[in-house]
C-alpha cells in the first residue's frame, strides 16, 4: 500500500471531520448540527467495536507469556476467560457461583491496592515534606495549616486553612487549568493541520 493511503488520506479524513464538528459547534446551521450528532454517533459505535478488539489483544499478548510460564499472565487468562464462561454456564451475573468468584477476588483486591496506593501517596509525602529551600519550608507550612484545618485540635486554623484553598489554591489550580488548555489547544490544532502525526503508524516514504 502507497504513503498516500498510509498517511495522507487519513490525515485529510481527520482534519476534514475535525474542522467539520468545529463548525457545527459555532454555527447553528441544522444540516451540519445533525450531520456532525450521526457522526458522533458513529464514532460512539466505532468506539465499541473497538474495545470488544481488547480482550483479543490480550490474548495475543499474554498467551506466550503463559506458556512459558509467567503466572500473572495465567491468572489474567483465567479471570478474561473464567468469568464469560462462567457467566454462559449461569445465565446470571446475580447468580451464586458468579457473585461470590466477583466478590473473593475483585472486591477483595481494591482493598489491597489502596493500601498500596496509600504507601505511595505517605513516600511521596515524606519525599515533597524534607525542607531544603524556601520552597518546600512553604509547602511544608501549607500542608501543616491545612492539616490542622481539618481536624478539631486545629480549630483556631480553620480560618487560614479555609484561606489557604479559597485563594492561593485557586489561583495556582486555575493556572494549570489555563496552561492545559493552551496545551489540548495548541495540540489538537497540530493534529488538524497534519503537523502532528504520532498517532500514525511509522509509514515510509518510499
Not at 25 to 43: C, G, K, M, T, W
Request: with cysteine; aromatic share 12%.
Amino acid at each position: 500500500m502507497s504513503v498516500t493511503f498510509k498517511k495522507y488520506i487519513p490525515l485529510g479524513i481527520l482534519s476534514v471531520l475535525g474542522f467539520y464538528m468545529i463548525a457545527s459547534y459555532f454555527l447553528a446551521v441544522p444540516v451540519i448540527v445533525d450531520s456532525a450528532r450521526e457522526a458522533q454517533n458513529f464514532s460512539a459505535i466505532i468506539s465499541t467495536v473497538a474495545l470488544g478488539f481488547g480482550p483479543f489483544a490480550i490474548l495475543r499478548q499474554h498467551i506466550p507469556r503463559s506458556r512459558k510460564g509467567n503466572i500473572y499472565s495465567i491468572v489474567l487468562l483465567a479471570g478474561l476467560i473464567g468469568m464469560p464462561v462462567l457467566y454462559l454456564i449461569t445465565g446470571s451475573t446475580t447468580s451464586l457461583p458468579y457473585d461470590w468468584l466477583y466478590r473473593s477476588t475483585v472486591t477483595a483486591l481494591d482493598p489491597g491496592i489502596y493500601c498500596l496506593v496509600a504507601f505511595a501517596i505517605i513516600a511521596g509525602c515524606f519525599r515533597a515534606f524534607r525542607i531544603r529551600n524556601i520552597d518546600s519550608l512553604l509547602v511544608m507550612v501549607a500542608a501543616v495549616v491545612l492539616l490542622l484545618g481539618k481536624v478539631p485540635i486545629g480549630e483556631p486554623f480553620k480560618p487560614l486553612s479555609d484561606w489557604f484553598m479559597a485563594v492561593p489554591n485557586t489561583a495556582g489550580y486555575r493556572g494549570v487549568q489555563l496552561g492545559v488548555g493552551l496545551g489540548v489547544f495548541a495540540y489538537t490544532l497540530r493534529i488538524l493541520l497534519g503537523t502532528e502525526r504520532t498517532w500514525l503508524a511509522e509509514v515510509g516514504e518510499g
